[in-house]
């Protein structure tokens, strides 16, 4: 009830909450325990191999995530029942999801569930295009955006544009290997993409900028053209300017925090997920700060443009997104569905405008 009042509130404001989606599942969890046979796993229950990555950016050793690895073929031969099931619910409690390790979709990388480290897998089919298919025959037209990080290829690229699904770009990455002697520049953001200073898998940007080379540092703040104490809010200014439709500015990076407030250590078991934002940080100039750069770089609603109480109550696009949420709200009601379709809804308030 909570979260209905909460959505309700953040859809009157024009908000869109976005969800987050793991590509696997715990051993423990219950949905190991009910459906031991979509699983990898032998007579005694236990996983006979286990999801992760090879040797990244993060690890040497790559990533060993301990995590059960689906039976793709079996998932099928149900249609994707369980899958589809799972993504009923999180779309009847977020308006978008973004899909964690979408490469896993198309290969997922499998290690003994003996092995120490991730060293040693290989790579075997993910449910691929025909998985993609069931749910929007099932479900429709969802929003997603793809955590497509990683070891990307060719397949996962045709995937992400076969769905038209946006990807994702992390500055932090793009900058660094710019700043590495020899690279070339990163490509522009395609339009379809979300771009984010850095993720909840990065350092801080502070934090990241901090270690950095002292010739990188220096390389760094020509580029963008300020120094050591603007860095920060230069690389947002950065994401905010670049063509992909969506950018994303973790909270830490418009506090400039540094490394103390880093949320994930990616193949690191403990200590992560501890940071948490304090009431009261969030301040009315912080707020005004970031709506100016906003602004700036055109990625305000139409009809926000102009320096208007953030409380008026006769905002188009305010009006438009709360009769979106309550129209489908109580269609899902009367056919026992909740997933939420925003595009429809708003064609059909503009038609009926017409009439």
């Not at 999801?51 to 995590?67: E, H, I, R």
């Not at 709360?322 to 709200?329: G, I, P, S």
Request: glycine share 8%.
């Amino acid at each position: 009830m909570q979260w209905k009042e909460l959505r309700t509130y953040c859809a009157s404001k024009g908000i869109q909450l976005i969800g987050d989606i793991p590509l696997f599942v715990a051993h423990h969890s219950a949905d190991v325990w009910a459906h031991p046979e979509l699983f990898k796993l032998n007579a005694a229950g236990n996983p006979t191999v286990v999801a992760g990555v090879p040797p990244d950016y993060f690890s040497k050793t790559g990533q060993l995530w301990g995590l059960p690895v689906y039976r793709w073929k079996t998932l099928q031969t149900q249609n994707y029942r369980w899958w589809i099931e799972r993504l009923r619910m999180a779309f009847g409690r977020f308006d978008l999801n973004r899909l964690d390790h979408f490469i896993g979709f198309v290969r997922t990388y499998e290690v003994s569930a003996q092995a120490k480290t991730a060293l040693k897998g290989k790579y075997l089919p993910g449910g691929g295009a025909a998985f993609f298919k069931a749910v929007r025959e099932t479900l429709g037209l969802l929003s997603f955006i793809a955590d497509d990080l990683g070891a990307t290829t060719p397949e996962v690229v045709a995937l992400l544009d076969q769905l038209q699904i946006p990807g994702t770009r992390v500055l932090q990455f793009e900058f660094g290997e710019e700043l590495q002697p020899s690279s070339n520049p990163p490509a522009p953001h395609p339009r379809e993409s979300v771009v984010y200073t850095g993720t909840h898998d990065n350092d801080t940007t502070a934090a990241w900028y901090g270690k950095l080379p002292a010739t990188q540092r220096k390389a760094l703040q020509e580029k963008l053209g300020v120094n050591d104490r603007k860095i920060v809010w230069a690389m947002i200014s950065e994401a905010l300017a670049s063509q992909a439709d969506t950018a994303i500015i973790p909270a830490q990076d418009l506090l400039e925090l540094g490394s103390e407030a880093r949320m994930n250590f990616p193949g690191m078991a403990k200590g992560n997920w501890g940071w948490r934002l304090q009431g009261g940080v969030l301040t009315e100039k912080l707020a005004q700060r970031l709506r100016s750069l906003t602004m700036k770089y055109g990625r305000l609603k139409t009809g926000e443009t102009s320096p208007v109480s953030w409380n008026q109550k006769d905002d188009p696009a305010s009006l438009i997104a709360k009769r979106a949420y309550e129209l489908f709200e109580r269609r899902g009601r009367q056919s026992g569905q909740t997933i939420q379709d925003w595009l429809h809804a708003e064609q059909e308030i503009k038609l009926e405008a017409i009439r």
